[in-house]
């Protein structure tokens, strides 16, 4: 028994050991080839606006994966539909600004909003009378993103669109190295992201709905045991996690596009993010963020010529390398 | 008079099923050409995909969605085998089931130290690995995947006449479907049942629970690379197309649809979605809709699924023509696995 | 114990919606009169390309409204078309659905002709799935398949079904005339290649390649992506500094994506960028005025003054007002769905709608067939591939701010080959045609 129990300690330091070598060994290997060391070609401007563009992708995956492990770290519940959420509001806000003209953030408020509304209706319909039986709950939500994905076409159209950014913010801003210009939207994507993620950990850590996640996080029976009525916190929170996919669509929609299929990269993207970083936990969705935005963007630059191809991979390779070293993602805990 | 009707209710439902058995066995000769290749074959094929995802979560407690990915790896292997290296079919087959088994044991080895919702989730993203994988390496055809692969001659041409590979499917189908409740009765099955119910004192009782699981994906596995090395030759091709997410869905829905809980119902919610799959296109863009709101519908509804509710239906009529208090049948199942 | 009895009624009554949905669709209508004649048109309705559904449809509708005097049964190109007969058969349409996985588009042309039974199928609309369904040709070789707008070379390069007949041309072709006025016009001699990571745009490239590059000019780098990246702007910041411009190879989402990421890190769309014939379409106009001067490839004249060409815009406009102005017209998809099923009833004219003897004569028809079509004369090639006029077309703000288009240069007599550049073992990859 003991035997076994040190074979499997071991290999668990050898995986922490290899993980780092091979996490030192890519770093390296962008530096000398973005800064030109050792005889090579190096472009640094390209190697600012790329980490700049893992950076700012990020801040939206930050956004929408806040959103889904905020739902799933109090109540177990794998929200299946989030990418159908995200590319909901993307499209609302995309017909407020465009069709109704409304102003920019008058629309990003009201869109987000709505996909909390909607996904509180969601949770309250569908989620709320099976708490606890988590596969379930999953299958509901997949069965509801089905619906969703395939009712957006007719409702919104299958060709791309995208948001005009509010007046003064769609262009791009010097970045004063080497005559670099940079795409300001993506900074106020990023500025957002940043006020978000600030904004939840102010509010977990310090008010006292934020004092009842935390306790219900920890112990949920307990919790509702101390007279707390926790079915009035879940409704708020799955009104939050939603609302956050929805504004993450609606930036999403002005920073990249929308179309059919957003949705489920959106997702997917999510899954990753709180899979890397840890279900449930917020730091870890900002590590996984972080990992899988710059993994993203550096990935198809820096891998070697006739490899970049595989870039898409990469990203999916480092998930399966945070679950081969802790199963449980970086901050999770079981 | 009660004793006669609970007879009669037996006899009927004897008599169903035998009719229901003599139907399958002649699909080829009782209905069109087009009927028995896209309803019947591709029925048998599905069935037995789904058939190993439900496997996994009725026997072991795992929702797998890696299935597709599975299949994948298989059907690719035989194509790349028959069409570039001229390999015999039967032999190719044989390579594909054994590498996807091997294939499956590593991903095994990592992903069954997780459960229940994380090991969904882990074999979600695998499956978007294997989509990505195929569509991005040249070697296996990008995006346009292998065509022009041809079943072994004694199946015939399925295109033209789907006789031959319809009785291999089902045959497949019935030797799979034997064979998992053969293995459910092993000392071994007995042992993955307790890995789904009581991992904690499974392990304490000394067994080596991810090596359990590890062995439960394998055969899962096996039963998946036969459903890849079919749609292959029914296909005549395959490419990233067969194994996206919307088909990882697809199957998920299948194995919803029939009951996560009893693996007949594999082939009853593969029967289903195929109908509706092939001829509501005919009636309505949105027939994706349709298969979610059945979907929905159904988990909602019946955990159980179809299968459930037969076997619900079945129990109720019992009860009603007035069997005994018969509480435990085995179709109460696990069915929800929530 | 009231939940779960409530839980198994529901069951109950969705066994029975269950039981009448199988019922209903079991017995699918294969009446037929014996001098119908059965077509089926194959697009996508789902998956990455589902946008051009209504392109496709309208076009092969309005086909059978102009020349077989059909009737459509609404304003938009979702309507039916009735009343469509050549040479005394009254025509009925089937349609097919797919999601562009060759997969999908296999089992639907397999319904379509087993099970409806339709004798001729038009379609598909993407490259892999016509190679597919190329292949699928040679098995029913009493069926005549006319593709839609699928530009796979090796469909015709190599596979090569005797009964499956190409009006539109392949994706190289589309891009006819644009390598040269890359380096005679804008005088570009360093060019990068942008694009997504599959055959279709492999072969955009190389049709642009084949002239290009004889001219003298320099590919400098090829930028494949894969399908499925959402964020393109690490793909836009690899474009090397010293190029003089680059050619986008994109569709839906990923040109909106790259097109908007450029032209705001201030880049200039009009000299700086090429489109392929994806780019050139008016699904991208969401991006607005920086589209304003980009010139890409088209084997249609779009916005053309071209007497054919208006009238075909202007009929196709009165029979489905309900759309938009521009958004069927300026497709590429409209225009070769529309060929494709006007080659149908140009051909089943000519034999009387004869379509016995495995419809050989009809096949004979359509190989032989010069077909005028609002891009010029088509005739077929010995592989059944179009020769076909291709377009330089630009994107051009209009006078009332709207964005259009406007045909500047006509290049014709494009044959598959580029004059033998081209053969049934060069297959367009990554890295091939080399430059």
Redesign the interface.
């Known amino acids: 028994m003991s035997l076994r129990r040190l074979q499997a300690e071991l290999s668990h330091r050898l995986a922490g050991a290899l993980a780092l070598l091979v996490l030192f060994f890519s770093i390296a290997w962008v530096l000398i080839r973005a800064l030109g060391l050792f005889g090579g070609t190096g472009n640094l401007p390209q190697f600012i606006v790329v980490t700049l563009n893992g950076i700012t992708l990020a801040g939206l995956y930050f956004i929408v994966a806040s959103g889904f492990t905020l739902i799933f770290g109090l109540m177990r519940v794998v929200n299946m539909a989030h990418g159908s959420l995200y590319l909901l509001g993307g499209y609302l806000a995309f017909r407020l600004v465009q069709q109704q003209a409304l102003n920019y953030w008058l629309a990003l408020v009201l869109a987000a909003i709505a996909i909390g509304v909607v996904g509180l209706l969601m949770q309250q319909i569908f989620l709320r009378w099976n708490q606890g039986q988590d596969l379930r709950q999953a299958l509901i939500t997949i069965a509801l993103s089905v619906v969703l994905a395939d009712q957006m076409i007719p409702l919104f159209g299958a060709e791309a669109v995208t948001t005009t950014p509010p007046s003064g913010l769609g262009g791009s801003i010097g970045l004063g190295i080497s005559g670099v210009r940079y795409p300001t939207f993506r900074l106020v994507v990023l500025g957002l992201a940043l006020l978000i993620g600030f904004g939840l950990w102010f509010g977990i850590k310090n008010t006292r709905f934020g004092m009842i996640i935390r306790a219900g996080v920890d112990d949920r029976a307990m919790t509702s045991a101390l007279g707390i009525n926790v079915q009035l916190v879940f409704a708020v929170t799955f009104f939050i996690g939603a609302l956050l996919a929805g504004l993450g669509g609606v930036l999403g929609g002005t920073m990249i596009a929308l179309a059919p299929g957003q949705d489920a990269s959106f997702l997917l993207s999510s899954l990753v993010v709180v899979i890397v970083g840890g279900m449930g936990s917020l730091a870890g969705a900002v590590i996984g963020a972080l990992a899988l935005g710059l993994v993203d963007q550096l990935s198809g630059v820096y891998l070697p010529t006739g490899y970049t191809n595989f870039s898409i991979l990469l990203t999916f390779a480092l998930l399966v390398f945070v679950l081969a070293v802790r199963p449980t993602g970086l901050f999770g805990r079981r | 008079m009660k004793l006669t009707g609970l007879a009669g209710w037996l006899w009927l439902k004897r008599i169903g099923l035998a009719g229901v058995g003599v139907i399958v066995v002649l699909v080829p000769q009782l209905f069109?050409?087009?009927?028995a290749?896209?309803i019947g074959l591709q029925t048998l094929v599905l069935g037995i995909a789904a058939a190993s995802l439900i496997f996994l979560n009725a026997v072991v407690g795992m929702?797998s969605l890696a299935q597709t990915a599975l299949y994948g790896i298989a059907g690719y292997t035989v194509a790349k085998l028959a069409v570039e290296q001229g390999v015999d079919p039967w032999v190719a087959a044989l390579i594909a089931v054994l590498i996807t088994v091997v294939v499956a044991l590593l991903f095994g080895a990592?992903?069954s130290?997780?459960e229940?919702?994380?090991f969904?989730?882990?074999t979600?993203?695998?499956a978007?690995?294997a989509y990505?994988?195929f569509?991005?390496v040249?070697a296996f055809g990008?995006?346009?995947?292998i065509?022009?692969v041809a079943p072994p001659a004694l199946l015939g041409?399925p295109?033209?006449d789907p006789t031959g590979m319809y009785y291999t499917a089902l045959i497949c189908s019935l030797l799979l479907y034997g064979l998992i409740v053969y293995v459910r009765r092993t000392p071994f099955g007995y042992a993955l049942q307790g890995v789904r119910d009581e991992p904690v004192r499974m392990r304490t009782l000394g067994f080596n629970v991810p090596m359990l699981r590890m062995a439960a994906f394998g055969f899962g596995a096996l039963i998946a690379s036969i459903a890849g090395v079919l749609l292959v030759w029914y296909?005549?091709?395959v490419?990233?197309?067969?194994i996206?997410?919307?088909r990882t869905?697809d199957l998920?829905?299948i194995a919803?649809i029939g009951g996560l809980g009893r693996i007949e119902g594999a082939w009853i919610g593969a029967l289903?979605f195929t109908?509706?799959q092939?001829?509501?296109?005919?009636y309505t863009?949105?027939f994706?809709?349709l298969?979610?709101?059945?979907?929905?519908?159904?988990?909602?509804?019946?955990?159980g699924g179809?299968a459930?509710?037969a076997i619900?239906?079945d129990r109720?009529v019992r009860r009603r023509l007035g069997e005994g208090l018969e509480r435990h049948g085995p179709g109460q199942g696990r069915a929800?696995?929530? | 114990m009231t939940i779960v009895r409530t839980q198994r009624r529901w069951g109950i009554l969705a066994v029975a919606i269950l039981g009448l949905t199988v019922a209903a669709c079991g017995n699918p209508s294969t009446t037929t009169t014996s001098s119908t004649i059965k077509v089926g048109i194959l697009t996508t309705c789902g998956g990455p390309f589902a946008a051009f559904e209504q392109e496709s449809f309208s076009g092969a509708k309005y086909a059978l409204v102009q020349n077989a005097g059909g009737h459509s049964q609404g304003t938009g190109p979702e309507d039916g078309v009735s009343g469509a007969t050549v040479a005394g058969h009254p025509i009925s349409i089937s349609f097919g659905c797919s999601d562009a996985t060759p997969d999908k588009a296999l089992a639907e042309a397999r319904r379509l002709i087993q099970n409806v039974g339709v004798d001729i199928l038009l379609g598909p609309l993407s490259g892999d799935e016509g190679i597919a369904i190329a292949n699928y040709a040679k098995q029913q070789p009493n069926k005549t398949f006319v593709n839609g707008t699928s530009g796979a070379q090796q469909t015709t390069l190599s596979v090569k079904a005797p009964n499956f007949f190409r009006f539109g041309g392949d994706g190289a072709q589309w891009l006819a005339g644009l390598g040269k006025y890359a380096y005679n016009t804008l005088k570009w001699r360093n060019v990068a290649i942008l694009g997504e990571d599959y055959s279709y745009p492999w072969t955009q490239a190389a049709g642009f390649i084949g002239e290009f590059c004889p001219a003298g000019g320099k590919i400098s780098k090829r930028i494949w992506i894969p399908l499925g990246t959402t964020d393109w702007a690490s793909a836009v910041a690899q474009l090397p500094s010293n190029i003089d411009g680059f050619l986008l190879l994109t569709g839906g989402t990923d040109t909106v994506a790259v097109e908007k990421d450029y032209a705001n890190s201030g880049g200039n769309l009009a000299t700086h960028m090429l489109g392929g014939s994806s780019v050139m379409d008016p699904t991208s106009f969401t991006v607005g005025s920086p589209l304003n001067g980009l010139a890409g490839g088209s084997p249609v004249p779009l916005g053309s003054t071209d007497p054919a060409w208006t009238s075909y815009v202007n009929g196709l406009e009165s029979v489905y007002p309900a759309t938009p102005k521009g958004s069927l017209a300026g497709s590429l998809f409209t225009g070769l769905y529309y060929n494709g099923m006007n080659a149908i009833i140009q051909g089943l004219k000519q034999v009387n709608g004869d379509l016995s003897g495995n419809q050989s004569k009809f096949q004979q028809a359509l190989a032989g067939l010069s077909l005028s079509t609002p891009n010029g004369t088509v005739t077929l090639d010995s592989n059944r591939n179009a020769i076909i006029t291709n377009y330089v077309v630009q994107i051009l703000t209009q006078s009332d701010g709207s964005l259009g288009f406007k045909t500047i240069q006509t290049v014709p007599n494009v044959n598959q080959t580029f004059n033998g550049y081209f053969g049934p073992t060069s297959a367009p990859s990554r890295d091939s045609p080399s430059c």
């Open positions: 069109s050409t087009f009927t290749s896209a929702v990592l992903a130290r997780s229940g919702i994380y969904l989730m882990i979600l993203a695998s978007v690995i990505y994988f569509s991005q040249s990008s995006h346009e995947g065509n022009g041409k295109f033209v296909n005549s091709n490419s990233p197309g067969a996206d997410l919307t869905i998920l829905t919803v289903l109908i509706v092939t001829y509501s296109p005919q863009d949105r994706e809709t298969i979610g709101l059945t979907f929905l519908a159904v988990v909602l509804a019946s955990p179809l459930g509710i619900g239906l109720w929800d696995a929530g």
